[in-house]
Nanobody
Framework: QVQLVESGGGSVQAGDSLTLSCVASGLHDHIGYCMGWFRRPPGKEREGVAA????????YYADSVKGRYTISQDIAKRTLFLQMDSLKPEDTAVYYC?????????????????WGRGTQVTVS
């Protein structure tokens, strides 16, 4: 059974930084998966933010966060990270961690199979 648990959200000021974490369990049986961060701003649809391949060789970012966000992972600790710098009020959202067990979906949420419950990020 795959479980994803996010943490690290909070309330910060514009320009601040925040790092989100997502601990994954049960993914060791899946080969070729990719992991991603998505967010749902207030009153809007969920959107892709960043994604990374299993081997860390490929990363993808939404245009709105390029140069400010960095996705990374610690395979040994089965943990996915999202470093968010220069935060803006429009980054306010619930952030979700997702897993695509076959790989290749990148920022397309419809290809993801598992989701965490989300963590709130508020930028004022």
């Amino acid at each position: 059974q795959v479980q994803l648990v996010e943490s690290g959200g909070g309330s910060v000021q514009a320009g601040d930084s925040l790092t989100l974490s997502c601990v994954a369990s049960g993914l060791h049986d899946h080969i070729g998966y990719c992991m991603g961060w998505f967010r749902r701003p207030p009153g809007k649809e969920r959107e892709g933010v960043a994604a990374i391949s299993t081997d860390g060789g490929s990363t993808y970012y939404a245009d709105s966060v390029k140069g400010r966000y960095t996705i990374s992972q610690d395979i040994a600790k089965r943990t996915l990270f999202l470093q968010m710098d220069s935060l803006k009020p429009e980054d306010t959202a619930v952030y979700y961690c997702g897993a695509d067990v076959y790989g290749g979906s990148w920022l397309n949420q419809h290809g993801y199979h598992y989701w965490g419950r989300g963590t709130q990020v508020t930028v004022s």
